[in-house]
């Protein structure tokens, strides 16, 4: 019977391609068709009584439970399963289900190298398992499970719709926690049954071995700030791979990983159950390092706003200088970053400092189109801002930090612009970089700055010269060490 289901399986499968293509299957193909029967082994076995086929699935440092509701006290636990409790559980076959009544149904949720998680709906349970490839072979090392499609769900009126900003906010929490090494974070989303498994190959031996990591010592390493990343490297991004009754699937990418998460919810909160990551095979050290003064500039292409495109490489024979203000700063927009702008913008229109300077403008902020207009559209705002600072009002103390403060935005910023909330800005273009692409490639753009939960680019300029090399660059995010605009023209007028 268990050789006839197997075939069974496969020859789904095989229809599914041509004869010729499975004679030359993919390893991602054979992969699938593995996972398919490691998912199919666990399931049937199961129910079946079979203990050789659940054995033959699931890795022996198994982590497998199912939430447990208490209506008494309206909180959530884990109920665990062991290996050797689930073996004894089918040997005594406590689960068996006919085979008519099984309803099994599998799909994958994500394929990724050595990695996979699959989505299982059977009669009595919905199981998404987390399985890795180990010496060739996949096994299921992480299982979270709830009803069937013949049981009661978990949870009543349960809606996927309504929870996914939840559970992308509990990865998010777990993200910050562990780039910024924050324990209060990484409590607030993991649960105290929290396993996370990092998968590691010994080329030299052709083995594959995990480390698993558990709660208490996620804890503790954040509490001794191991691993904790420079903000320029805090790279991060979460998305919802599969919903349902209280359960989530959810990838969290970091620069040079990516983790699969099985998360539950807890009453009105959402935690992390176990992970499964491994690296990325595509991340380079091109991607971990950024581009150094007299080296060449990458190229790169962006939209700007109000249309078209921009690509550095269009450029190659004039000098480029790129802008990139600090922008959204946590509830609001820098002040001082428009002035520059609109200095170079007047300067454009009263001089032609492109034309006799061999140059192009361009600015980049890292937001979508909209975000921009809003950015623009509040240039008068900022412009009044900066007055205020140049003539406080009530006159602070003469000798005091405002008074000479006062002096040194009057000294820096000594221009005024007849600026409108619906004036076009078009002779210098502004990029889109909305995906953080080019941002993130410069290690400029950061999540994080003095305290403050923020989005933008830390305050930056780049020049580069007419072969397309890094001649000048400027990283920094405090308003008074800028390069004026004075200064970044000369330089390029003497560039040879």
């Known amino acids: 019977m268990k050789n006839v289901r197997r075939l069974l399986a496969l020859s789904i499968f095989l229809s599914l391609i041509s004869l010729s293509a499975a004679q030359n299957m993919s390893a991602r193909q054979a992969d699938s068709i593995s996972i398919h029967m490691t998912a199919l082994d666990y399931i049937e076995g199961l129910y079946s009584g079979n203990v050789s086929r659940l054995e033959s699935a699931v890795y022996p440092d198994l982590t497998r439970a199912t939430p447990r509701d208490y209506i008494q ?18 040997r005594a076959r406590q689960a068996a289900l006919d085979d008519t009544a099984r309803h099994i149904k599998i799909s994958f ?41 013949n049981t009661p769900p978990r949870l009543k009126n349960f809606s996927s719709e309504k929870e996914e900003s939840a559970v992308l906010q509990t990865a998010v929490e777990y993200l910050n926690g562990i780039i910024g090494t924050d324990a209060r974070r990484l409590e607030i989303a993991l649960d105290p049954e929290f396993s996370k498994i990092t998968l590691a190959n010994n080329g030299a031996a052709g083995k594959t071995s995990f480390r698993r990591q558990r709660y208490d010592v996620m804890i503790e390493n954040a509490l001794a700030r191991l691993g904790k990343l420079d903000e320029v490297y805090r790279d991060y991004d979460a998305s919802l791979l599969d919903i349902t009754d209280g359960l989530a699937v959810v990838r ?8 699969y998460a099985l998360m539950f919810k807890s009453g009105s909160q959402w935690k992390m159950f176990a ?28 939209p700007v706003y109000g249309g078209g495109q921009y690509s550095l490489s269009k450029y190659l024979g004039k000098n480029v200088l790129l802008m990139f203000p600090r922008g959204w700063v946590g509830n609001s927009w820098c002040a001082y970053c428009p002035y520059q702008y609109l200095e170079l913008e007047q ?62 935005v ?7 612009f ?7 800005h078009t002779l210098i273009p502004v990029l889109a970089d909305e995906h953080r692409t080019l941002s993130k490639q410069l290690k400029i753009f950061t999540h994080f700055w003095d305290g403050v939960s923020s989005e933008q680019n830390m305050s930056s300029v780049f020049i580069i010269d007419k072969k397309g090399i890094l001649r000048f660059k400027y990283i920094g995010q405090m ?7 004075e200064f970044l023209l000369n330089f390029i007028k003497d560039m040879k």
């Open 73 to 90: 006290t309206g909180r959530t636990a884990l109920v665990n399963s062991t290996y050797s409790g689930l073996i004894e559980l089918t």
């Open 410 to 416: 009057q000294k820096n910023f000594p221009k005024t």
């Open 109 to 149: 949720i994500a394929l990724d190298e050595d990695v996979a998680v699959v989505k299982v709906i059977s009669a009595n349970f919905t199981d998404y398992l987390q399985t890795a490839k180990i010496d060739g072979h996949w096994k299921i090392v992480n299982a979270l499970y709830t009803s069937g499609s």
């Open 347 to 408: 300067l454009e229109t009263d001089s032609a400092i492109q034309e006799k300077n061999n140059l192009n403008i361009a600015f980049v902020l890292p937001y979508s189109s909209e975000k921009i207009k809003d950015w623009m559209d509040k240039f008068p705002e900022a412009l009044q801002s900066i007055e205020n600072n140049k003539h406080p009002q009530p006159p602070p103390a003469p000798g005091s930090v405002q008074a000479d403060y006062s002096v040194w």
């Open 252 to 259: 969290c990418e970091l620069n040079s990983t990516r983790e």
């Open 418 to 424: 007849d600026i409108k909330q619906d004036s076009k």
């Open 479 to 485: 308003t008074e060490d800028r390069p004026s605009v």
């Open 275 to 302: 992970s499964l990551t491994n690296g990325k095979s595509a991340f380079t050290l091109a991607q971990a390092m950024t581009v150094i003064a007299g080296n060449p500039m990458p190229d790169f292409t962006l």
